[in-house]
């Protein structure tokens, strides 16, 4: 039997960013530390794995330089971004900058950085790595997490930022 996904011709990748950012994403920081230096990198694609055990995952670029800092560290906090932090997102998302200039945060429970004010907090160790095309499937364990309903969630859709209300 022919394989249905060798069988077609290759999509265009400005197709595939096109149709796929008609679904709509949250935002997170995932966060660490590289010796005592906290690194962190901006990553939309965190998804819950897994209820028993408890597992996540994200998704970096192969081309992060920040990922083989923050796998490094084994312990990781996902900061779930609120709606007021898209400046905090890009800041995040730049390379070659001090990331953590003038952001507040704090020592989460397995010591990696806590963002202030994020929507949800997710303190993770790192289970599993899957090679996936031009990214690495990263999937941890969840050994504490928290969220408060203070405002919405900061949202990525067709390009830019959206929020609930």
Same mark, same amino acid.
């Given at each position: 039997?022919?394989? @249905?996904?060798?069988?077609?011709?290759? =999509?265009?990748?400005?197709?595939?960013?096109? !149709?796929?950012?008609?679904?709509?994403?949250?935002?997170?920081?995932?966060?660490?530390?590289?010796?005592?230096?906290?690194?962190? @990198?901006?990553?939309?694609?965190? !998804?819950?794995?897994? =209820?028993?055990?408890?597992?996540?995952?994200?998704?970096?670029?192969?081309?992060?330089?920040?990922?083989?800092? @923050?796998?490094?560290?084994?312990?990781?906090?996902?900061?779930?971004?609120?709606?007021?932090?898209?400046?905090?997102?890009?800041?995040?998302?730049?390379?070659?900058?001090?990331?953590?200039?003038?952001?507040?945060?704090?020592?989460?429970?397995?010591?990696?950085?806590?963002?202030?004010?994020?929507?949800?907090?997710?303190?993770?160790?790192?289970?599993?790595?899957?090679?996936?095309?031009?990214?690495?499937?990263?999937?941890?364990?969840?050994?504490?997490?928290?969220?408060?309903?203070?405002?919405?969630?900061? =949202?990525?859709?067709?390009?830019?930022?959206?929020?609930?209300?």
């Amino acid at each position: 039997m022919p394989s @249905l996904i060798t069988d077609r011709p290759p =999509l265009e990748s400005d197709l595939l960013r096109e !149709v796929m950012g008609h679904f709509a994403t949250g935002v997170a920081i995932i966060t660490g530390y590289d010796d005592a230096e906290p690194v962190g @990198l901006t990553c939309q694609s965190v !998804v819950s794995v897994s =209820l028993d055990p408890p597992l996540i995952s994200f998704c970096p670029a192969k081309t992060s330089s920040s990922w083989p800092r @923050l796998r490094r560290s084994g312990a990781l906090s996902i900061n779930v971004l609120a709606e007021q932090q898209s400046a905090l997102c890009r800041q995040f998302a730049a390379s070659g900058t001090d990331k953590f200039a003038g952001v507040a945060h704090t020592p989460a429970g397995n010591g990696s950085p806590r963002i202030a004010d994020a929507l949800a907090h997710i303190e993770a160790t790192i289970d599993a790595e899957h090679d996936a095309g031009d990214h690495t499937i990263v999937v941890c364990r969840i050994t504490a997490l928290s969220a408060s309903a203070a405002t919405g969630p900061l =949202l990525f859709y067709r390009g830019a930022f959206e929020n609930l209300r």
